[in-house]
């Protein structure tokens, strides 16, 4: 089981985003149901791969699964759990949140000026189609007049 752990990790540090998901999916879908063999490791692991490919929320969904873990098994230390191990988990869902959240708001802030482009491009077009007219108005009078 560490070995598919670190066979998924290695892919995903190369950018093999879609087969490390696969390994970590297919670890805990097999895992399913033994808490002896649960690893938080695994889902922290796939919330890199999420948050790698800007899957936030996705991301955000296996940390609080992990947390939810973490919280069970403090109360009873399992296999694989231990303080150090759960400090260390916390604190990184801490920071991948925080990470989650400056990133939500790069893509909002990127969203809002595209938005803003595309209106200014809009109201160009207008005002360009605007002075077409006239000028076609213009030249359509002055021909009126002659």
Request: proline share 1%.
């Amino acid at each position: 089981m560490y070995a598919a752990n670190g066979a998924g990790l290695v892919l995903a540090e190369k950018g093999h985003f879609d087969v490390s998901k696969d390994i970590f999916t297919q670890f805990q879908e097999a895992a399913t149901g033994s808490v002896f063999v649960q690893m938080p490791d695994v889902w922290v692991n796939l919330a890199h791969v999420y948050f790698g490919q800007g899957h936030f929320a996705l991301a955000v969904k296996m940390e609080i699964r992990v947390f939810s873990q973490l919280s069970t098994a403090s109360s009873y230390h399992t296999h694989g759990f231990d303080e150090k191990k759960i400090d260390t988990h916390v604190e990184y869902c801490k920071h991948l949140l925080d990470s989650a959240k400056i990133h939500c708001e790069v893509a909002e802030r990127e969203e809002k000026q595209n938005r803003q482009k595309l209106e200014l491009a809009r109201q160009v077009s207008l005002a360009e189609e605007a002075r077409r007219k006239a000028e076609e108005q213009r030249k359509f009078q002055a021909n009126y007049n002659s």
